[in-house]
């Protein structure tokens, strides 16, 4: 068992949606990202995916693109990142944590080192967006280490080719919920249902939803029919512009509660 | 062994370790169909007579091999023998690709066309055939690229297409196809991604060499007619390296025929300024393929630098990356200034303005002309011509024409 894996499973018997804050490393403040973390965590996460910034990231919208940005011009890399797992490690231990970013810092600072520091510091899994099923001997090194790789699937994808993503997929399976860039457009949550219900049937791991979720109500309607609901450039967006770490802290705080509550509060519709 | 070069890449789009598809899962499908597209279009004996009708009648094709030969005896070695892709419609080798990929769009139906540009020579080749087939297109161009190339940008508005600045990153032609691809993912149902170069993910390497690989085939019978034998060298310009690729491909299993690739070298590779991604990169991932690329030790990709805003990119096609590593092909840095003299001599020598591109070729084939003897041939893609470039020379030498 792995903590994402044993997390799922918790989350399972509980009845309880899963909910994944997506957060840029280093974004709003180098400084505030371990208490960022945490903060995460006490507002209801039950994974936090950290967003490894690249200079060119393709499939980012303009918040994500921006945070990676103001991250950069801080130096903040794959160094300090893990160091940062580590720290966040000393005081949680089950809150698996996923890394999100792009091959090519991975690839230069060296995927068999960054892999056994990864999991040395305390990551759970990477996704690496562009790096899809067809790359997988790339990715290697990270499942040999014992990092579990998420894969994506998207509306585009068809059903002979989600087979192989399902095969492929440990930890859980990324839906996104739209062919689009991260933080764009309305999500049409129909067509979303439809799609995550016939991939549930098909995958062994739980399935998350991203790309598109702002808000509490669009959380609670996605995890109406999905494992797990992963918000991202609502969040950073949120938290864009704080002063310092505290700022950074009370803005997640007041941003997850709502949604958390929505989240719990279909749990308890489901039960009565 | 022998290494049979025209059978690269493979089924994955891998040119050894080099190619393959790096992107979102949103585009592996679009990609997918684009690949069967052009695989059943490629070898389809009607697609390659419209592609041929289009490249004479459209394109003026074939272009001529002219003998340079006031600028060989000023260099006093060996004779330099210019393929003329300035003279095509539009002024360079772009549009043997625009008009192929344009083709494939019309066969798969799409509505829309996209496409990135960092000069503005592909923009301009792109919107040209969108007029053409009268479908609307839509050009990224990085912010700081839309201000120095104003003139091709308002050629594109001439030709009818909307030029999108972009914001993000650099504001050049990386940030441009990182733009492109965004727009393409969002719009992957009606819209046909038209890249401007050897780069991208499978297919694009391959297709948009095998469009460009009219520039070699047509050399090759040239110089077997006019001189009766193959070119001792090739010289060509390498950014993303499409003009090179174009002129390469025909010659790689012709084992006597020396390859150079003229890569930018802005202020000099030590100076860190340059767009030298096969002489200075490292082997990496950008763009959606592996290839050499010019980044820090955190693997963010770096700024490049060249007068050239057509060479100015941190990647390179995939293919030369592995001509490289297989020893097939020798790349070399040309600096801006080299760059310029090449210019200024072509110009006064021969009456030909070139591309600040194509002069860094015409900058190599000098220094390769000065070291062979006078009997042997060196052949250089002159891959554009230099009106674009008259406003960028005036302003380095301190005149302001408008």
Redesign the interface.
């Known amino acids: 068992m792995s903590r994402i894996s044993d997390r799922f499973a918790a989350l399972q018997a509980a009845c309880r949606p899963g909910l994944i804050p997506f957060v840029t490393a280093g974004d709003p403040l180098p400084e505030a990202t371990v208490a960022l973390m945490h903060a995460l965590v006490a507002a209801g996460a039950d994974l936090i995916e950290l967003g490894v910034p ?6 980012d ?2 918040v994500i ?1 921006h945070a990676s ?1 103001r991250a ?1 011009l801080r130096g903040v ?2 160094v300090q990142i893990l160091a940062w797992v580590e720290e966040f490690r000393r005081r949680d231990s089950t809150t698996p944590v996923v890394l999100m970013g ?8 060296g995927v068999q080192r960054f892999a056994s520091q990864a999991v040395a510091a305390g990551v759970d899994g990477v996704l690496l ?4 099923i ?2 997988l001997t790339t990715a290697q090194p990270l499942r040999a280490a014992g990092l579990e790789q998420i ?8 059903a002979a ?1 989600l087979e192989k ?1 399902c095969a492929a997929a440990q930890g859980f399976l990324y839906y ?1 919920s739209f ?3 991260t933080g ?2 309305h999500l049409d949550t129909d067509a979303v249902r439809r799609r995550v219900t016939e991939i549930r049937q098909r995958a062994h791991t739980p399935v998350a939803v991203g790309f598109g979720v702002k808000d509490a109500a669009t959380a609670a309607n996605i995890a109406g029919f999905a494992d797990a609901v992963v918000i991202g450039s609502a969040l950073v967006d949120t938290l864009a512009g704080s002063a310092d770490a505290a700022e950074a802290v009370a803005r997640a705080t007041a941003f997850l509660a709502p949604i958390r509550a929505a989240l719990d509060a279909l749990r308890t519709d489901h039960a009565a | 062994m022998t290494i049979d070069y025209h059978r690269l890449p493979d089924a ?1 789009g891998r040119f050894g370790e080099f190619g ?11 990609l997918a169909d684009l690949t069967a597209a052009y695989e059943r279009l490629r070898t389809d004996a009607s697609f390659i007579a419209e592609f041929d009708h289009d490249l004479k009648h459209y394109v003026g094709r074939p272009s001529p091999i002219y003998h340079a030969q006031r600028l060989s005896q000023k260099v006093g070695g060996a004779q330099i023998l210019l393929k003329r892709e300035d003279l095509n419609h539009t002024g360079a080798h772009k549009i043997n690709n625009t008009i192929g990929q344009a083709l494939v769009a019309k066969h798969m139906g799409k509505r829309r066309i996209i496409a990135e540009t960092g000069a503005g020579q592909h923009g301009v080749a792109s919107a040209t055939v969108c007029a053409r087939l009268g479908i609307p297109c839509v050009v990224y161009m990085g912010a700081v690229d839309v201000e120095r190339q104003a003139i091709n940008v308002y050629r594109m508005k001439l030709l009818g297409a909307e030029v999108r600045p972009v914001q ?2 650099s504001k050049t032609l ?2 441009a ?2 733009e492109a ?2 727009d393409w ?2 719009n ?2 009606d819209t046909f991604y038209m890249i401007g170069t050897v780069a991208g993910p499978h297919p694009y390497p391959q297709m948009v060499r095998d469009f460009n690989a009219v520039v070699g085939r047509e050399a090759r019978a040239q110089m077997l007619e006019q001189y009766g034998r193959l070119p001792h060298a090739l010289v060509a310009c390498v950014g993303g390296g499409s003009n090179a690729i174009g002129l390469f491909h025909e010659f790689l299993n012709d084992a006597d025929v020396a390859i150079y690739g003229a890569e930018a070298a802005g202020d000099g590779i030590a100076t860190g300024r340059h767009a030298a991604s096969l002489a200075a990169g ?7 393929n592996r290839t050499y ?1 010019i ?1 820090d ?5 770096s700024e490049t630098h060249s007068v050239s805003a057509g060479l100015d990119y941190p990647g390179v096609g995939p293919e030369h990356a592995y001509l490289k590593d297989a020893g097939r092909a020798t790349y070399l840095g040309i600096t801006d200034d080299e760059a310029l003299a090449a210019f200024h001599e072509l110009a006064r020598t021969e009456g030909i303005l070139a591309a600040l591109e194509s002069s860094h070729a015409v900058a190599q084939g000098i220094k390769l002309a000065r070291e062979l003897p006078k009997d042997q041939l060196i052949l250089v893609n002159l891959s554009g011509r230099g009106d674009k470039d008259v406003h960028t020379i005036a302003r380095r030498e301190g005149l302001n024409l408008m």
Do not use: W
């Open positions: 690249f200079s060119d990231p393709m499939a919208g303009p693109q940005e950069l890399g794959l792009y091959l090519n810092p991975i690839e230069i600072y967006v562009d790096c899809p067809e790359e894969f994506l699937a998207a509306p585009t994808t068809d080719r993503v996104v062919a689009g860039i764009a457009a | 994955h393959g598809v790096y992107v979102a899962e949103t585009l592996m499908a679009p993000s990153g990386k940030d196809l990182n691809l965004r993912v969002t992957v149902d490292r082997p990496g991932v950008l763009h959606g690329v980044c030790d955190n693997g963010q990709i």
